[in-house]
């Protein structure tokens, strides 16, 4: 069942069950109305007779009987008996009564003072009448014919009134369905029309109060993420293929040179060379790339175990010294620290290009080459500060240094992808730690590696 069938359910059961209850309650009350009302009426037409009989010595049987049957107050088919305490009919308005009476009903009656109840189509009460010292016990009937009329005519009225409802509310209720669900119609269409090749598009937004206006709103941000990754994802394909297509057409060029004729030892010696620094560039490039794509698969890989903080930063401080023999690398320990603070579980190989990767940078982009590396640990945390004076870092620029292959403005002069920063931070989340960063452009540049203590259970 579509939901707009369902809504018409709904709304069609919701207004038939309101109609039903109202419906049912008029007939009900109006019928219990009528019925007392009538008994109500036939008692003050059995007492007014019973008067004439009881109170009048004039007035006999007889008399009674014909001034009654012209009374135009009669009921219609009105019978009224009256009986004495020996149960004997003082008195009786027809000659056929139509209700049969015997000494059980009188006993009854006697018992209870009133008894209503319904024989035939005659609505009959029986009751108690006490007039000066004597007791007497009148049985009137009557048909309320004028009264069970009205009421079917009421019945009539209100089933006209319920088949009319039924066939409105259907209506109603599909046109209303249709109605409420338009602007999800809308949405589904315009969703539909949007394709990788026009991310661009958004849903009309509405009126921005209603709930479809806040879906489409949530859309549209959905869509402008996509937007934002699907654009990143691009420029990530593109740079990396620029960034490796370069030092291999800069190496097939000068192999190419170098092939056209035949050249010294010399000349091949320094090829080979250049050669190698393409290479090497290439293949830093590709390790970067693949750990890049290694950590940002799924996660459940991680191989951590209980590592120490210091000994690695000291052993990344030894790589680097050797790489680059200009390099000043400082490590300091705060007061704080001790051997437990120190250890921590991780990937060490992981940690490991973090500050390989800091480190360097602190000395690529310093003015003297120098690195000032401060460990300290606060309340949950070990910190790890890498600090230089250089170039720094744009207010523009801190935001987007962390995107695959964003180069600051500044650092063209410096060799470098790009891959670095968003390698790094992609490993501290993996770690549970993260990366920050603050810098005054043309002073202080800190990168600050934030770790939890984590001890295995
Ligand atoms: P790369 O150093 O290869 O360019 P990174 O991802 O390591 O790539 O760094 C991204 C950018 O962040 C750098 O291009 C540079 O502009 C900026 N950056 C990183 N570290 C520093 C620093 N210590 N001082 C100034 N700028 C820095």
């Given at each position: 069942m579509n939901i707009r069938t369902k809504l018409t359910v709904i709304f069609f059961a919701l207004v038939i069950i309101v109609v039903s209850v109202i419906s049912l309650s008029i007939y009900y009350f109006s019928s219990e109305y009528r019925q007392k009302d009538f008994y109500r009426r036939l008692k003050n037409r059995a007492i007014n007779t019973a008067k004439l009989l009881t109170r009048?010595?004039?007035?006999n049987a007889s008399l009674l009987q014909r001034m009654e049957r012209e009374n135009?107050?009669?009921?219609?088919?009105q019978h009224v008996a009256i009986f004495n305490e020996a149960n004997?009919?003082?008195?009786?308005?027809?000659?056929?009564?139509a209700v049969p009476v015997d000494t059980l009903l009188l006993a009854r009656v006697r018992m209870e003072d009133e008894v209503y109840y319904h024989y035939n189509d005659f609505e009959v009460l029986g009751f108690v009448f006490k007039d000066n010292e004597n007791q007497f016990i009148i049985i009137a009937a009557a048909s309320d014919i004028n009264g069970r009329d009205a009421l079917d005519n009421l019945r009539d009225i209100l089933l006209g009134i319920f088949a009319i409802s039924v066939i409105i509310v259907s209506l109603l209720g599909w046109v209303f369905a249709g109605k409420v669900l338009s602007p999800i119609s809308r949405i589904v269409n315009e969703v539909d029309s949007i394709t990788a090749a026009n991310l661009e598009l958004r849903l009309?937004?509405?009126?921005?109060?209603d709930e479809l206006s806040k879906l489409a709103q949530t859309f549209n941000k959905m869509l402008s993420r996509l937007q934002r990754a699907f654009f990143a994802q691009e420029n990530f394909i593109a740079n990396a293929s620029h960034e490796i297509k370069t030092p291999i057409t800069v190496i097939t060029g000068e192999i190419e040179v170098a092939l056209l004729q035949r050249r010294t030892v010399d000349y091949y010696i320094n090829l080979l060379k250049s050669a190698l620094v393409g290479v090497k560039r290439m293949n830093k490039l590709s390790t970067q790339l693949l750990l890049l794509a290694q950590t940002s698969a799924?996660?459940?890989e991680k191989k951590f175990s209980q590592i120490r903080i210091d000994d690695i930063l000291w052993s990344v401080k030894d790589e680097l010294s050797k790489a680059h023999t200009g390099y000043t690398i400082d490590i300091e320990f705060d007061m704080a620290i001790s051997d437990r603070t120190l250890s921590t579980i991780g990937d060490a190989e992981l940690l490991k290009v973090v500050m390989l990767n800091l480190m360097e940078n602190g000395c690529k982009y310093s003015d003297d080459n120098k690195v000032s590396v401060v460990l300290a640990s606060g309340e949950n945390e070990i910190t790890i500060r890498f600090v230089n004076k250089g170039i720094g870092i744009s207010h523009d620029d801190v935001d987007k240094?962390?995107?695959?292959f964003y180069r600051g403005g500044?650092?063209?002069?410096v060799k470098g992808f790009g891959i670095g920063l968003p390698l790094a931070r992609r490993i501290m989340e993996l770690h549970n730690g993260k990366i920050l960063v603050s810098s005054v452009p043309n002073d202080v540049t800190t990168f600050t590696m934030v770790l939890p203590f984590q001890e295995i259970i």
């Amino acid at each position: 069942m579509n939901i707009r069938t369902k809504l018409t359910v709904i709304f069609f059961a919701l207004v038939i069950i309101v109609v039903s209850v109202i419906s049912l309650s008029i007939y009900y009350f109006s019928s219990e109305y009528r019925q007392k009302d009538f008994y109500r009426r036939l008692k003050n037409r059995a007492i007014n007779t019973a008067k004439l009989l009881t109170r009048f010595e004039e007035v006999n049987a007889s008399l009674l009987q014909r001034m009654e049957r012209e009374n135009p107050a009669n009921l219609p088919k009105q019978h009224v008996a009256i009986f004495n305490e020996a149960n004997q009919v003082l008195y009786r308005s027809e000659r056929e009564y139509a209700v049969p009476v015997d000494t059980l009903l009188l006993a009854r009656v006697r018992m209870e003072d009133e008894v209503y109840y319904h024989y035939n189509d005659f609505e009959v009460l029986g009751f108690v009448f006490k007039d000066n010292e004597n007791q007497f016990i009148i049985i009137a009937a009557a048909s309320d014919i004028n009264g069970r009329d009205a009421l079917d005519n009421l019945r009539d009225i209100l089933l006209g009134i319920f088949a009319i409802s039924v066939i409105i509310v259907s209506l109603l209720g599909w046109v209303f369905a249709g109605k409420v669900l338009s602007p999800i119609s809308r949405i589904v269409n315009e969703v539909d029309s949007i394709t990788a090749a026009n991310l661009e598009l958004r849903l009309d937004e509405g009126n921005r109060k209603d709930e479809l206006s806040k879906l489409a709103q949530t859309f549209n941000k959905m869509l402008s993420r996509l937007q934002r990754a699907f654009f990143a994802q691009e420029n990530f394909i593109a740079n990396a293929s620029h960034e490796i297509k370069t030092p291999i057409t800069v190496i097939t060029g000068e192999i190419e040179v170098a092939l056209l004729q035949r050249r010294t030892v010399d000349y091949y010696i320094n090829l080979l060379k250049s050669a190698l620094v393409g290479v090497k560039r290439m293949n830093k490039l590709s390790t970067q790339l693949l750990l890049l794509a290694q950590t940002s698969a799924d996660s459940s890989e991680k191989k951590f175990s209980q590592i120490r903080i210091d000994d690695i930063l000291w052993s990344v401080k030894d790589e680097l010294s050797k790489a680059h023999t200009g390099y000043t690398i400082d490590i300091e320990f705060d007061m704080a620290i001790s051997d437990r603070t120190l250890s921590t579980i991780g990937d060490a190989e992981l940690l490991k290009v973090v500050m390989l990767n800091l480190m360097e940078n602190g000395c690529k982009y310093s003015d003297d080459n120098k690195v000032s590396v401060v460990l300290a640990s606060g309340e949950n945390e070990i910190t790890i500060r890498f600090v230089n004076k250089g170039i720094g870092i744009s207010h523009d620029d801190v935001d987007k240094i962390f995107e695959p292959f964003y180069r600051g403005g500044h650092s063209k002069k410096v060799k470098g992808f790009g891959i670095g920063l968003p390698l790094a931070r992609r490993i501290m989340e993996l770690h549970n730690g993260k990366i920050l960063v603050s810098s005054v452009p043309n002073d202080v540049t800190t990168f600050t590696m934030v770790l939890p203590f984590q001890e295995i259970i």
